[in-house]
């Protein structure tokens, strides 16, 4: 019986300096993937990837479109190496989820790569303008942790998985939240070192631009089911999915309804594409009898292919 296989790609944070340094070094056409992006961007985004500084790779604008690129091109080995698997779904954790909808040719690649770059800008620009933070929670469920966000002001940015939501506002109502949280019992609570509070209401004036942008990009209907953050279900539609897009800026990622989404559905292998490897972990906390597999440098995507080809 083939196994359902979906595709999950990393979000903002999973960056790190000398990211796809190791594809690029040894599979040539993952150097024309860099290449092409460093052309359409019209700065070296590959060697900021490859050499940092860490200060600059990690600003909003030039991190979301570093993980897209790397995502993308972690994808196109994959399928280079591996061209008989058959992926039926994907899903990406926030910027992620761009990614995903351009692996289902929902976006080209280079309107995609593009977008997660003025993403990316818009987000800095509201980040900018607000005293933002955002902090994880250990060990307390969705309904005591929405409690807390209430009393506190703040909003829940992403639900992860089992015991792990993170939270986001106002940086002393962040560090208020977190007080509350641990009073109710939360095992942890940890501020996060970002630029801003993402996934929350501080970042109101980056929608505008965000729905600007999405309306003048070609978009097409989804070659393979994508599951979008604010509401963990496949959208089919473009204008469905365009306001999936605009609403996640400012609303909660579902990352672990969009995962049990998929396994209700029967799949059973999820093969994580970019940076780090912090999707596989999540995906195993909500159920550790599925598979996953990650493809972030040379030594994974073998090791990826290697292992679907024997259970395959």
């Known amino acids: 019986m083939t196994r359902k296989t979906a595709l999950l790609f990393a979000g903002q944070g999973a960056q790190y300096v000398g990211m796809g340094r190791d594809f690029a070094e040894k599979c040539p056409s993952a150097k024309l993937w860099f290449d092409r992006g460093r052309e359409l961007l019209g700065f070296d985004l590959p060697a900021l990837c490859f050499n940092g500084p860490d200060a600059d790779l990690v600003r909003t ?15 196109q080995l994959l399928e280079e190496r591996l061209p008989e698997v058959d992926y039926q779904a994907a899903a990406g954790l926030s910027l992620g989820e761009l990614t995903a909808w351009t692996a289902a040719e929902v976006f080209t690649f280079e309107d995609g790569l593009q977008i997660a ?12 303008l607000t005293q933002g933070g ?11 942790m929405r409690a807390v966000c ?13 015991g792990q939501i993170v939270i ?3 940086s002393d109502k962040v560090a208020k939240a977190c007080e509350l949280a641990k009073a109710a019992g939360a095992k942890r609570a940890v501020m996060l070192p970002v630029a ?3 996934h929350s209401r501080l970042m109101a004036s980056a929608q505008p631009k965000v ?36 609403d996640q800026v400012v609303s909660s990622v579902r990352w672990e309804d969009s995962i049990r989404y998929l396994i209700e559905h029967g799949f059973t292998r999820f093969v994580e594409l970019g940076p780090g490897c912090v999707l596989s972990g999540f995906v195993k906390r909500i159920d550790k009898n599925v598979q996953t597999f990650s493809v972030a440098d040379v030594a994974s995507l073998e090791a990826t292919v290697a292992a679907l080809k024997a259970k395959d």
């Open 61 to 75: 604008e030039n991190a979301q479109p570093a993980i897209f690129l790397v995502s993308w091109i972690a994808l």
């Open 117 to 128: 770059r003025r993403r990316g800008r818009f987000m800095q620009e509201a980040c900018d």
């Open 134 to 144: 955002m902090a994880a929670i250990l060990g307390l469920d969705v309904a005591k």
């Open 150 to 162: 209430l009393q506190a002001e703040v909003d829940m940015a992403n639900l992860n998985c089992p």
């Open 168 to 170: 986001s506002g106002e």
């Open 196 to 198: 801003g509070a993402y």
């Open 211 to 246: 729905e600007a942008m999405l309306q003048s990009v070609q978009m097409n209907e989804p070659v393979m089911m994508v599951i979008a953050n604010v509401s963990a279900r496949p959208h089919t539609e473009p204008p469905d999915i365009r306001a999936g897009l605009i």
